[in-house]
């Protein structure tokens, strides 16, 4: 009975260290979780990126529409200009 008892105990034991090593295992799990929460981005920081990113596309493309009107407007005044001083140096220059 007493060997019985002595091998219950360490088992126990065994059972307690075990138990002992697990926890600081979950502490070590817990630690890594804190970084991660912390450093990491959630799914509300990506939508928000995606919307931020979306917004700049939008507001590129608005900004390249607008540069490109202002070139077509310059080459077509410089364009007239040419040919109404081809024009004038061919009419009046003998």
């Given at each position: 009975?007493?060997?019985?008892?002595?091998?219950?105990?360490?088992?126990?034991?065994?059972?307690?260290?075990?138990?002992?090593?697990?926890?600081?295992?979950?502490?070590?799990?817990?630690?890594?979780?804190?970084?991660?929460?912390?450093?990491?981005?959630?799914?509300?920081?990506?939508?928000?990126?995606?919307?931020?990113?979306?917004?700049?596309r939008g507001e590129f493309?608005?900004?390249?529409?607008?540069?490109?009107?202002?070139?077509?407007?310059?080459?077509?005044?410089?364009?007239?200009?040419?040919?109404?001083?081809?024009?004038?140096?061919?009419?009046?220059?003998?």
């Amino acid at each position: 009975m007493d060997d019985q008892l002595t091998r219950i105990e360490s088992a126990v034991q065994a059972l307690l260290a075990s138990n002992e090593a697990m926890r600081v295992d979950i502490a070590k799990l817990q630690i890594q979780v804190a970084f991660i929460e912390q450093h990491y981005a959630t799914k509300a920081d990506i939508e928000m990126v995606k919307t931020m990113v979306s917004d700049a596309r939008g507001e590129f493309y608005r900004a390249m529409q607008a540069q490109t009107w202002k070139l077509i407007s310059w080459m077509t005044v410089v364009c007239s200009a040419l040919t109404t001083a081809v024009y004038f140096i061919a009419r009046n220059v003998h």
